[in-house]
């Protein structure tokens, strides 16, 4: 009884939401001027599309394996420079290491301003200025990689125990001391698996940023899908899901290690 209570009671106001969101999708459609006719009347386009991308073009693989080792060491190193430059500034942003209330203010407004900037956007700004390229994908992934593992290092900090902060710093240890021996010990784990996790991510937006001319395997898809070559795009697709399926089971595997 109570079960069928409770479902009684909640039906006006369940019903009431469902209502919302049909009248909200209702609303988007006719402001977008979407056409869902369309999607039936272009039906052997999309046959035609399917046809061709469900028949990958092994022979072009030997064509890809660099653009995807170039996608891996993208990763590799922007993952690199993301941690060692993200690491000090989330030590800066944590009121346990500088006991100065400006300084972490301002590391927390820049971990910030990082993190809200789109990693496609950032890429295309960064083609602007340094062209077409690695180095353009390297430096995106970089900058990508300081904004999500500064705000994860900062927040690993502030829940160490103080004990041993106090410790090192009533024996007159400078901060550099009290970084290396009262709080890396701490979080040394929450690096490395913060650090797997951001390479993991990042070999899957590596295969993204290509589309604005940040090298890699994305690169190429873009270049495929122009010539509507589909049957490559399908080759670059299935082997960018095999990559990202072996770095995501060979991640899991260590951060469950270090756990």
């Known amino acids: 009884?109570?079960?069928?209570?409770?479902?009684?009671?909640?039906?006006?106001?369940?019903?009431?939401?469902v209502l919302i969101i049909l009248a909200?999708?209702?609303?988007?459609?006719?402001?977008?001027?979407?056409?869902?006719?369309?999607?039936?009347?272009?039906?052997?386009?999309?046959w035609r599309f399917l046809s061709r991308f469900l028949k990958p073009d092994f022979s072009y693989f030997p064509n890809i394996i660099k653009p995807m080792i170039q996608t891996i060491k993208m990763s590799i190193y922007g993952t690199f420079l993301g941690v060692i430059t993200g690491l000090p500034i989330a030590f800066l942003g944590s009121m346990i290491f500088t006991k100065n209330k400006t300084i972490t203010n301002i590391a927390k407004f820049i971990m910030g301003v990082v993190r809200t900037i789109?990693?496609?956007?950032?890429a295309a700004i960064l083609v602007a200025i340094f062209g077409i390229g690695e180095f353009t994908g390297?430096?995106?992934?970089?900058?990508?990689?300081?904004?999500?593992?500064?705000?994860?290092?900062?927040?690993?900090?502030?829940?160490?125990?103080?004990?041993?902060v106090e410790a090192?710093?009533?024996?007159?240890?400078?901060?550099?001391?009290?970084?290396?021996?009262?709080?890396l010990p701490q979080i040394v784990n929450q690096?490395?698996?913060?650090?797997?996790?951001?390479?993991?991510?990042?070999?899957?937006a590596s295969t993204v940023l290509g589309y604005v001319g940040a090298g890699g395997i994305g690169l190429i898809m873009n270049?495929?899908?122009?010539?509507?070559?589909?049957?490559?795009?399908?080759?670059?697709?299935?082997t960018?899901?095999?990559?990202?399926f072996i770095v995501d089971g060979l991640s899991g595997y260590l951060r469950r290690k270090l756990s």
Do not use: C, W
Request: glycine share 4%.
């Open 138 to 164: 390297v430096m995106t992934i970089a900058i990508f990689t300081f904004g999500m593992t500064s705000q994860l290092f900062y927040q690993a900090i502030d829940t160490i125990e103080v004990g041993a």
């Open 24 to 46: 909200l999708l209702f609303i988007s459609v006719i402001n977008t001027g979407v056409d869902l006719m369309e999607v039936f009347r272009n039906s052997d386009q999309m």
């Open 118 to 122: 789109p990693s496609l956007l950032l």
């Open 223 to 238: 270049t495929s899908l122009g010539l509507m070559r589909y049957d490559r795009v399908s080759l670059v697709i299935l």
């Open 1 to 17: 009884m109570k079960l069928k209570d409770t479902i009684h009671r909640d039906f006006p106001k369940n019903l009431l939401i």
């Open 168 to 183: 090192q710093e009533s024996v007159g240890a400078n901060k550099i001391k009290v970084a290396f021996y009262a709080i």
């Open 191 to 204: 690096i490395a698996s913060y650090t797997l996790y951001a390479f993991e991510v990042n070999i899957r």
């Open 240 to 244: 960018i899901f095999v990559l990202v």
